[in-house]
């Protein structure tokens, strides 16, 4: 791994890649705010299930993705919102599906990172970390 100013953009990249190639799961270097990322990803039902892992005193967050059927991801596409060099923010009224409802934004709002659907039915806006659907 390069050094990139973007751990998250390195994470949605990494599960990105695990889906095109099919992999069960996928281990990025871990943080708290990639494990919310899981979290929400798994609530919204994205992601089969994550766990930190820790090893010589290194956390990895480990991603179990999930498919279909078919073998098809349940996951079509990630999308950095915010980036480093230009952060989006948006209040509750401005929090929009995604892709007609099908996708979810993930947010970091003052009550933690959430779903848009969450972060709209708290009536909190915040930092658009990315898109899924």
């Not at 923010?89 to 969450?118: E, W």
């Amino acid at each position: 791994m390069g050094t990139s100013t973007d751990p998250i953009a390195d994470m949605l990249t990494s599960i990105r890649n695990a889906l095109r190639a099919r992999h069960p799961k996928v281990d990025v270097p871990a943080s708290r705010v990639k494990t919310e990322l899981a979290r929400v990803l798994k609530e919204e039902g994205f992601l089969a299930a994550y766990k930190v892992i820790e090893e010589n005193k290194k956390k990895t967050l480990r991603l179990y993705l999930k498919y279909g059927p078919e073998k098809q991801s349940v996951i079509s596409g990630l999308r950095r919102i915010s980036k480093p060099g230009r952060r989006v923010y948006r209040g509750k009224a401005a929090i929009r599906p995604v892709m007609g409802g099908m996708g979810i934004s993930v947010l970091t709002t003052p009550k933690g990172i959430l779903s848009g659907r969450q972060a709209r039915r708290q009536g909190v806006g915040g930092e658009v970390v990315c898109e899924v659907w």
